[in-house]
């Protein structure tokens, strides 16, 4: 198991699927995750993962880019789902790791289910203090289409007792801000300047970007 540490703060990750599995404060694990390869894999293969290379759903598992159509691996019915069969989530990455951040990398070869382009991709991990960032990055050779995302799903995990300052601290990873109150609840707000891709009503996006 991976980890960076700071203070009270500890994170753990995994290779697979370059995976935050646990998100320690002064005792608390703050995310749900966590297991072997087979029952990460068993349950929400998503938590925590990075997915790729198109995160959501595709109608058809057809894409169309510079008015030339490509068809993709399906792996929900007619339809790909977070990239196909064997996406970005359910791989073994390799790592790099220093005193604060852990690199992960993923080579995807041009086709790989279905996607124009060989692609380079990574994924930094940085625990700076009490802020635990990730930074997305993807390089391909054709163009191609991408939408990496990082969905971590927060636990129900009560906050330990004299720490309530927690409730007002921002977790930042991906884009999102994870803010937990004193009640349990979350709040979850996602950062752009754009709004949310358009779907159908079989909850898949287009495939012409």
Same mark, same amino acid.
């Given at each position: ?26 005792? &608390?694990?703050?995310?749900?995750? *966590? ?5 990460? #894999? /068993?349950?929400?293969? +998503?938590?925590?993962? %990075? ?71 990574? &994924?930094?991990?940085?625990?700076? *203090? ?5 930074? #997305? /990055?993807?390089?391909? +050779?054709?163009?191609? %289409? ?64």
């Amino acid at each position: 198991m991976l980890e960076l540490r700071s203070g009270d703060i500890a994170a753990r990750f995994t290779t697979l699927g370059a995976r935050l599995v646990a998100l320690d404060f002064a005792g &608390a694990d703050l995310v749900m995750g *966590g297991g072997s390869d087979a029952e990460l #894999l /068993a349950g929400d293969w +998503t938590a925590g993962a %990075v997915m790729g290379r198109i995160a959501g759903r595709i109608a058809n598992s057809e894409i169309s880019i510079d008015g030339v159509r490509h068809r993709l691996t399906p792996n929900m019915g007619a339809h790909q789902l977070h990239g196909g069969p064997d996406n970005f989530a359910v791989r073994h990455w390799d790592v790099r790791q220093t005193e604060n951040t852990l690199q992960f990398t993923l080579h995807s070869p041009d086709g790989d289910q279905g996607y124009p382009g060989a692609l380079d991709v990574s &994924a930094t991990y940085t625990l700076d *203090g009490n802020t635990l960032s990730l930074a #997305l /990055a993807a390089r391909s +050779t054709k163009p191609t %289409v991408i939408t990496l995302t990082h969905p971590r799903f927060p636990a129900r995990t009560p906050i330990p007792p004299g720490n309530q300052g927690l409730a007002t601290q921002y977790r930042r990873l991906a884009g999102h801000r994870l803010l937990a109150d004193r009640a349990g609840r979350h709040l979850v707000l996602a950062v752009g300047d754009r709004r949310a891709l358009r779907v159908h009503d079989r909850g898949c996006r287009p495939g012409d970007p």
